[in-house]
């Protein structure tokens, strides 16, 4: 394992405080009010944008407050809502299935990911992200923004999103993973794309050692 220098350390921090400054409002962008909702919409984004989502879920939701209506429902019925989201059957299974995963569990969402990693639908990200805005296990999730912009600021030279997220885990005190991990999403839909990063206006251009990114594909990169 690599060892973490200091400097190191105080880079990453500096980076999530420049980020943090900028955008203090960064907050999970996926509308929900109860446990259920929160795991039901992380799945349901799959492959999906946060606002296609936010507008099937209000309708969902209404008609779908317990596990107990995903468990005696079908996955037909479910489609109903969902039809205009990718996978959409996929996940209509699988949020039925989680119904009756949850129902064998009391009815509650658990908090650790370890417990929620083993519901239908939920992956590993899925429930690093489900834990982390519910205060269960401590978590930095990877999806394909927070993967990306830890390589391209030199944070991780990984790929596998576990190993990335122990990387940013030795970075980062844990108090700042919760708000961190939302700063690097916000960060990478709204500047760092993937494809002509807005360099030249990034708050964190001058810490960042844009690695990866070719003077022709950032926007007007000096």
């Excluded at 489609?79 to 949850?102: D, F, M, T, W």
């Excluded at 690093?128 to 978590?139: N, Q």
């Excluded at 916000?186 to 690695?211: I, M, Q, S, Y």
């Amino acid at each position: 394992m690599k060892r973490i220098t200091p400097d190191e350390q105080q880079r990453a921090l500096a980076i999530i405080d420049a980020l943090d400054a900028h955008m203090p409002e960064a907050e999970i962008e996926l509308d929900y009010e109860t446990d259920l909702e929160l795991v039901v919409a992380v799945i349901l984004s799959a492959q999906c944008t946060d606002k296609r989502v936010n507008m099937v879920t209000p309708a969902l939701f209404r008609d779908f407050k317990t596990a107990a209506d995903y468990a005696r429902s079908t996955p037909a019925e479910v489609e109903k809502y969902i039809q205009s989201l990718g996978l959409y059957r996929n996940k209509a299974k699988a949020l039925v299935a989680l119904g009756g995963a949850l129902q064998d569990m009391g009815g509650e969402v658990p908090r650790e990911r370890e417990k929620l990693a083993e519901l239908p639908g939920v992956g590993a990200k899925t429930a690093g992200v489900v834990a982390l805005h519910l205060g269960g296990t401590p978590s930095f999730p990877v999806d394909t923004h927070v993967g990306r912009l830890a390589r391209r600021m030199g944070f991780s030279k990984e790929t596998d999103p576990d190993k990335v997220e122990r990387d940013l885990q030795r970075l980062l005190p844990q108090a700042r993973w919760y708000k961190g991990h939302q700063l690097l999403v916000w960060h990478g839909r709204r500047t760092c794309f993937a494809r002509n990063p807005e360099c030249a206006t990034c708050v964190v251009r001058d810490l960042c050692p844009k690695k990866g990114v070719k003077l022709g594909a950032a926007r007007t990169l000096k």
